[in-house]
């Protein structure tokens, strides 16, 4: 069956509309935490900050951003709570306000805190409902979810740019518009949510049977540290694109910043549309040979990438894009179907170790670049990939 096909039976499912209203959160979120690091150069200037201290600002975002994800997602898997989004959002709308009128670093600090642990409650909890809303065909729901998230990651700069930087930094008050639209769209979703528990309550009530785990619990933990490696090799090389792209076209190339960019949104692209792909190719073959093929099948086009001319540097970005982005609705979905209890917990940690590790390794690879040149960063980070052999070692749970 083509995507198209898929695409179409989601279309005709009764819970659509709840899919997208839980895409358009993911973008609208996404946005609002695009524009922390989007505001990094006039943040600098205003408060007249040194780098350090901007380094200390994304210690403390990722931290509350990565961390707090997997506790949220246990928590509410303990007991459920249908406003969890909506508290999300205020946390991060609170922290949008007080980054526009900051005045200190202190209180910097406090904002992007409250941004980050607004997006601690998002992704696990509406990664969650996606899950639950988007069943039997989970796959293209999440996709659909992710791609949400990566619009608003790609489109948050630009309307920095446009909105905030002829003007300053008060004018970030301006982005609670879309947190209102945020809120707007998560009416239904809310709504959807409270039925859904009441039925779940209702059938607990009649059915006091308990959900099996597919694997022992020995295999659980084993298999968990085969994709955290999988994420690791991803994310590693994910942030030496998303990070430096821009910096080694430019030194390489010597293509303008304003080129750089349009290339950079090429890449972006390729994110979205291997997206899509990846959770539909893994309700039909497995999450496993799709996990396996993403991130290994990204190794050819990584090690070639640092030999090449710019026509052919941009045609294998969007190659390695496309691939890597396809193997995370998979990998999420694949350790949700491993603990089928802990929908919430799974989630958070998984979008937590991700960011954590997008986080840590662009910190190093700036140390590095500094030390060894923007080149050698595409001649290392190309053999992260080949990591995605340790996919073999994954079970699969289609079988089972």
Same mark, same amino acid.
């Given at each position: 069956?083509?995507?198209?096909?898929?695409?179409?039976?989601?279309?005709?499912?009764?819970?659509?509309?709840?899919?997208?209203?839980?895409?358009?959160?993911?973008?609208?979120?996404?946005?609002?935490?695009?524009?922390?690091?989007?505001?990094?150069?006039?943040?600098?200037?205003?408060?007249?900050?040194?780098?350090?201290?901007?380094?200390?600002?994304?210690?403390?975002?990722?931290?509350?951003?990565?961390?707090?994800?997997?506790?949220?997602?246990?928590?509410?898997?303990?007991?459920?709570?249908?406003?969890?989004?909506?508290?999300?959002?205020?946390?991060?709308?609170?922290?949008?306000?007080?980054?526009?009128?900051?005045?200190?670093?202190?209180?910097?600090?406090?904002?992007?805190?409250?941004?980050?642990?607004?997006?601690?409650?998002?992704?696990?909890?509406?990664?969650?409902?996606?899950?639950?809303?988007?069943?039997?065909?989970?796959?293209?729901?999440?996709?659909?979810?992710?791609?949400?998230?990566?619009?608003?990651?790609?489109?948050?700069?630009?309307?920095?740019?446009?909105?905030?930087?002829?003007?300053?930094?008060?004018?970030?008050?301006?982005?609670?518009?879309?947190?209102?639209?945020?809120?707007?769209?998560?009416?239904?979703?809310?709504?959807?949510?409270?039925?859904?528990?009441?039925?779940?309550?209702?059938?607990?009530?009649?059915?006091?049977?308990?959900?099996?785990?597919?694997?022992?619990?020995?295999?659980?933990?084993?298999?968990?540290?085969?994709?955290?490696?999988?994420?690791?090799?991803?994310?590693?090389?994910?942030?030496?694109?998303?990070?430096?792209?821009?910096?080694?076209?430019?030194?390489?190339?010597?293509?303008?910043?304003?080129?750089?960019?349009?290339?950079?949104?090429?890449?972006?692209?390729?994110?979205? +549309?291997?997206?899509?792909?990846? %959770?539909? /190719?893994? @309700?039909? #073959? $497995?999450?496993?040979? =799709?996990?396996? *093929?993403?991130?290994?099948?990204?190794?050819?086009?990584?090690?070639?990438?640092?030999?090449?001319?710019?026509?052919?540097?941009?045609?294998?970005?969007?190659?390695?894009?496309?691939?890597?982005?396809?193997?995370?609705?998979?990998?999420?979905?694949?350790?949700?179907?491993?603990?089928?209890?802990?929908?919430?917990?799974?989630?958070?940690?998984?979008?937590?170790?991700?960011?954590?590790?997008?986080? +840590?390794?662009?910190?190093?690879? %700036?140390? /590095?670049? @500094?030390? #060894? $040149?923007?080149?050698? =960063?595409?001649? *290392?980070?190309?053999?992260?990939?080949?990591?995605?052999?340790?996919?073999?070692?994954?079970?699969?749970?289609?079988?089972?």
């Amino acid at each position: 069956m083509s995507l198209v096909s898929k695409l179409r039976n989601v279309a005709a499912m009764p819970t659509f509309p709840i899919l997208l209203c839980l895409c358009a959160v993911h973008g609208l979120n996404d946005l609002l935490q695009a524009v922390i690091n989007a505001m990094y150069p006039m943040l600098k200037a205003d408060l007249d900050l040194s780098f350090g201290q901007i380094g200390l600002i994304t210690l403390v975002y990722q931290l509350s951003a990565s961390i707090f994800q997997p506790v949220v997602g246990y928590a509410f898997d303990r007991r459920p709570f249908v406003w969890s989004l909506p508290a999300g959002m205020m946390c991060t709308s609170v922290g949008i306000v007080l980054f526009a009128f900051a005045n200190t670093l202190s209180w910097i600090l406090v904002a992007v805190f409250m941004v980050g642990m607004g997006s601690s409650t998002l992704h696990p909890e509406a990664s969650r409902i996606t899950s639950l809303a988007g069943r039997p065909r989970r796959g293209v729901a999440q996709s659909v979810f992710q791609v949400g998230g990566n619009f608003g990651s790609s489109i948050g700069p630009l309307l920095v740019a446009f909105i905030v930087a002829p003007h300053d930094r008060r004018y970030v008050a301006w982005f609670l518009i879309f947190s209102c639209l945020a809120f707007m769209v998560l009416r239904p979703v809310c709504r959807w949510y409270s039925n859904y528990l009441a039925e779940v309550r209702t059938s607990k009530a009649q059915d006091t049977s308990k959900a099996h785990l597919p694997l022992s619990r020995q295999m659980t933990v084993f298999t968990i540290c085969v994709i955290v490696i999988l994420i690791f090799s991803k994310y590693v090389y994910i942030a030496s694109l998303s990070s430096y792209y821009t910096f080694y076209l430019i030194d390489k190339f010597g293509v303008s910043v304003s080129q750089s960019q349009i290339y950079l949104f090429v890449y972006v692209a390729s994110t979205a +549309v291997g997206t899509l792909v990846g %959770g539909p /190719f893994g @309700d039909r #073959y $497995g999450r496993k040979p =799709v996990i396996w *093929i993403s991130i290994l099948g990204t190794a050819p086009f990584s090690l070639l990438l640092p030999h090449v001319g710019l026509p052919m540097t941009v045609v294998l970005s969007f190659c390695a894009g496309f691939m890597l982005s396809s193997a995370f609705p998979a990998i999420l979905l694949y350790a949700q179907e491993l603990l089928p209890t802990k929908l919430g917990m799974i989630s958070g940690l998984f979008f937590g170790f991700a960011f954590g590790v997008g986080g +840590v390794a662009s910190a190093m690879l %700036g140390d /590095f670049a @500094d030390k #060894y $040149g923007i080149e050698a =960063v595409y001649n *290392i980070c190309a053999y992260m990939p080949l990591l995605g052999i340790v996919a073999a070692f994954l079970p699969d749970l289609k079988k089972k």
